[in-house]
């Protein structure tokens, strides 16, 4: 049977913190991207709605589409862990 790390760090180190705990602001990449794509999430069947923030032909990082019809702006844990 297999045994977690008794200390929170730990487990925060190797897997991340728990959704629950996040303090509800963006993270920050530190450069404004140069436009945002329209696209969708690939990692399901679903294609949620998202907009890639581009600079530099190099993909910065991600924010809502909230004028998706399916998804409204939101991502499902795999999708965001993927784009994070």
């Not at 790390?5 to 991207?33: M, V």
């Not at 581009?54 to 409204?72: A, C, H, L, R, T």
């Amino acid at each position: 049977m297999a045994t977690l790390p008794k200390d929170d760090k730990a487990i925060i180190d190797q897997f991340g913190p728990h959704l629950a705990y996040s303090s509800g602001q963006r993270l920050e990449t530190g450069a404004e991207p140069d436009k945002l794509v329209n696209t969708h999430c690939c990692f399901c069947g679903q294609q949620c709605g998202i907009k890639l923030k581009v600079k530099d032909n190099s993909v910065i990082g991600f924010e809502p589409w909230y004028d998706f019809p399916f998804n409204k702006g939101m991502l499902c844990p795999k999708g965001v862990k993927r784009y994070l």
